[in-house]
């Protein structure tokens, strides 16, 4: 059986969650957080989450481990067959983590754990997800998923990415960074409705009392 290494706070466990359940496959959730013991470092060569334990062996990184599902396990596929269309989808996922996840991911201390960030780190953010933004626009397709007619990888991407973007937007700057993309923003309100996103809502939320006294512990 397949084991999901992580934690149910993080964006990235729940994309890899998310793909898991989607394929309606048997997985075991094993609890992990990210760190630098060498327990930690067994498992994933950063210390990072996610990670997939498979048979043959550990598989991390978000945008290796669900192409690798993808490949191996039955159930929707996740990436076209087409090697374009397939190129395609991959680029629109990497967009979405490098333009948009990871910008919002540097002022994520005050948007959400009572940090103070320089104003250069939010200035920074800020002007970032703009430019992201404007690039999702210009590539998604939004046809009604991110990339056409059928759910993909890249909706994952969008969904666990966008969804925090737009709230550190909103808490910091005060912008609707979705303002001017309405089929964007009415595929988020829809995948926020899929049975399987619930559940893992859910779960975030009954993990994040814990998370966040790990946090103020360790400031």
């Known amino acids: 059986m397949l084991k999901l290494y992580g934690f149910a706070v993080s964006n990235y466990y729940n994309m890899v969650k998310l793909a898991l359940l989607e ?7 094993v609890p992990f957080y990210a760190g630098q013991s060498p327990e930690a470092l067994a498992i994933s060569p950063r210390g990072k989450v996610p990670v997939l334990g498979t048979p043959q062996g550990f598989v991390n990184e978000t945008a290796v481990i669900l192409p690798y599902i993808d490949d191996t396990q039955p159930g929707v596929k996740l990436l076209p067959a ?4 397939r190129a395609r989808v991959l680029a629109l996922a990497k967009e979405i983590e490098l333009y948009i996840e990871l910008p919002a991911r540097a002022s994520f201390g005050e948007a959400f754990f ?3 960030l320089p ?3 939010k200035e920074k953010t800020r002007a970032e997800l703009l430019l992201g933004f404007a690039a999702l626009k210009r590539h998604g397709a939004f046809a009604p998923y991110v990339a056409g007619s059928e759910f993909s990888m890249a909706d994952i991407y969008f969904l666990y990415s966008v969804d925090v973007a737009c709230e550190v937007g909103q808490i910091l700057f005060g912008i609707d960074l979705l303002a001017d993309m309405p089929e964007a923003k009415a595929l988020l309100e ?3 409705q899929w049975p399987n996103v619930q559940r893992i809502a859910a779960d ?3 993990a994040m009392p814990a998370f966040l006294a790990m946090i ?4």
């Not at 087409?82 to 269309?85: E, H, V, Y």
């Not at 103020?216 to 400031?219: D, E, F, T, V």
Request: charged share 35%.
């Open 23 to 29: 394929k309606d496959l048997p997985f075991e959730e």
């Open 82 to 85: 087409d090697p374009f269309q």
């Open 114 to 116: 009572g940090m103070v």
């Open 119 to 121: 104003e250069a780190i």
């Open 190 to 192: 829809r995948l926020h």
């Open 204 to 206: 975030k939320d009954a």
């Open 216 to 219: 103020a512990a360790k400031q």
